[in-house]
């Protein structure tokens, strides 16, 4: 044992060496200082993809739809509020069913070694983006393994009907039926723009797969080089519309273990360290250079029980799990109290939480009494699959696991935990292949329906996104009901019913809402957290006037 401890960490040396060598490579010539213009990311973990249109993943979001492309419209930093970006302005129709978008002039494609755009962003580059992802006959929709996860779980595929160039600079979205939330929808990071003329180049190559791999966007940075389970190397774009970014490169550090990338961050190997652990927030106040920056989570992290699969079919028995659960015990043992105890899908800083909602008490005397009215007086044995990831609402899930192994043993249940990385757990999870999970959620828009429809509607079931596998068409045709209403009260009343229909049917255990925190160097200016918890660097910049630069000089 304590040879094979030994080993261990003599590969995580030669791991964070490695990588170091590697990262040291990404220096270039520039004329000016790296420490002046380069800017290095502790990233959690790879990218599924670096096309977001097939994630629904922050750890993806964050090498891909950030960096790399634009959308019509965006949030702005630190809110949920739309403006405009590739769109410049849009009407809507009194009737809610029309969309209009005045697109922006002048905007071009990254250019590099495998590609050379030969014209601007344009209408076409809007309507295959879409379409793309809404017609299964469109030559760009089946070469993933990867599915469509928000468009499908939203139900886009039904409620866009058509999009309509009615020039090179006008497109306007044709809907079936009034959608409150669209345009926020529109600014969530599958809704980013590919290059139709790259498709085409890449459909004449035969290679059409390469658009998922080898990304072409308009963003403020294009990818340069990549290396799985190592960096991602991105320079400024040249061209980009809002003018060339003051950062010459941006480099994810793949740094999967969060002590690890506590180290780096303490060695000035990193700038921005992405999800500390709990115990790093409180150390990192401790240094000068370092600060803790923090905002509120609109997450949910929670323990979710396939449905389709005994003995979870069982409504009684999905609640004897919620009495069984100590949830402060594991607020305070995993998040170190950084987080609130959840019960209800949505956080309560959204506007349509019920607070009135009555949670599911910790009790397993009743536990154990429900469980003898289901018929499983002698318990049962369960499953229970985590990711070794860490996750913005979930900062340790194996050691969540492991408690709620311990909550559940005293009610005669008993667990085994699988671990996978998290590529593994996705498409474990999304093919129903669990008995139960450790999920989570966060959310891009701000809006209830992010929730409801993209984690509990029957439409989910199909995309994966629903890991309860949970189809209850009443509840599902009420989240249709509440995203064609415009009034904010009507959608209110209808969302606290949701509440309710959720807690009775208990698909779910909702343990946590997390806060969000990032460890910054002091240098590192102008960086904001996204409301749904990402990283973006547009605009950053680096004061090196009285920091020393990453080799310590």
């Known amino acids: 044992m304590i040879i094979n401890l030994f080993n261990l960490r003599l ?30 990311y502790c990233s959690e973990g790879s990218p599924e993809t670096f096309n977001p249109q097939l994630s629904t993943s922050n750890t993806t979001f964050d090498a891909s739809s950030r960096p790399i492309y634009n959308r019509l419209i965006e949030f702005k930093p630190e809110s949920t509020t739309i403006q405009p970006s590739l769109a410049t302005n849009w009407e809507v129709s009194k009737d809610g069913k029309s969309y209009t978008f005045n697109l922006r002039k002048g905007v071009r494609f990254h250019s590099s070694h495998y590609f050379q755009p030969e014209r601007e962003f344009n209408a076409d580059d809007v309507i295959f983006s879409f379409e793309r992802q ?51 929808a529109l600014a969530m990071d599958f809704a980013s723009i590919l290059s139709a003329e790259y498709g085409e180049h890449l459909l004449a190559a035969q290679t059409p797969e390469f658009i998922d791999v080898h990304p072409v966007g308009t963003g403020p940075f294009q990818l340069d080089r990549y290396q799985p389970d190592a960096f991602i ?64 989570g609109l997450n949910i992290a929670y323990l979710a029980m396939n ?35 959840a019960k209800s899908p949505v956080p309560p800083n959204m ?28 318990g049962f044995k369960m499953n229970i699959v985590t990711t070794n990831a860490q996750r913005s609402y979930n900062p340790n899930a194996k050691k969540m696991a492991e408690l709620i192994q311990q909550d559940l043993k005293k009610v005669n249940i008993q667990v085994n935990i699988t671990s996978f990385e998290f590529g593994k757990f996705l498409s474990y999870t999304s093919n129903g292949l669990h008995q139960s999970a450790l999920a989570g959620w966060v959310s891009d828009n701000g809006d209830p329906d992010n929730f409801f429809s993209t984690l509990l509607s029957c439409n989910a079931t ?8 949970w189809c209850d068409h009443s509840f599902s045709e009420l989240t249709a009901e509440a995203r064609s ?24 255990v909702p343990i946590a809402h997390a806060t969000q925190h990032f460890i910054v160097n002091s240098r590192i200016k102008n960086f904001k957290i996204a409301s749904n918890g990402g990283a973006f660097f547009t605009n950053v910049y680096l004061d090196n006037s009285n920091k020393k630069s990453h080799n310590g000089d």
Not at 165 to 182: G, M, Q
Not at 351 to 378: H, M, R, T, V
């Open 462 to 469: 199909h995309s994966g996104t629903n890991a309860a596998f």
């Open 134 to 184: 809404k017609n299964n006959d469109h030559p760009f929709h089946n070469i993933s393994s990867l599915k469509f996860g928000y468009f499908d779980s939203m139900g886009l595929d039904k409620l866009i009907n058509r999009i309509e160039k009615l020039d090179d600079y006008t497109v306007r979205f044709i809907l079936n039926r009034a959608e409150s939330p669209f345009l926020s």
């Open 233 to 296: 190397r991105y320079k400024a774009n040249p061209d980009y519309w809002e003018g060339k970014q003051l950062l010459a490169h941006v480099i994810f550090a793949i740094t999967p273990e969060p002590s690890l990338r506590f180290a780096r961050m303490l060695a000035g190997d990193c700038d921005i360290m992405a999800k500390p652990l709990p115990i790093h927030i409180k150390a990192a106040q401790k240094h000068d250079n370092i600060q803790v920056i923090s905002q509120p």
């Open 11 to 40: 590969m995580r040396l030669l791991k964070w060496i490695i990588i170091s060598v590697l990262l040291a490579g990404c220096n270039f010539h520039e004329t000016k200082s790296v420490k002046d213009n380069v800017l290095v």
């Open 351 to 378: 506007w349509s939480y019920d607070q009135s909602l009555i949670d599911y008490q910790y009790n397993p005397e009743l536990a154990k009494e429900l469980l003898l009215e289901a018929g499983f007086s002698s």
């Open 307 to 341: 449905t389709q699969k005994p003995p979870f079919n069982n409504q009684l028995v999905r609640v004897a799990i919620n009495h069984a659960i100590n949830k402060n015990s594991i607020i305070k043992a995993v998040y170190r109290e950084t987080a609130t105890k």
């Open 485 to 508: 209403k415009s009034k904010l009260n009507e959608r209110l009343i209808i969302y606290k019913t949701l509440q309710k229909t959720f807690k009775e049917a208990a698909p779910w």
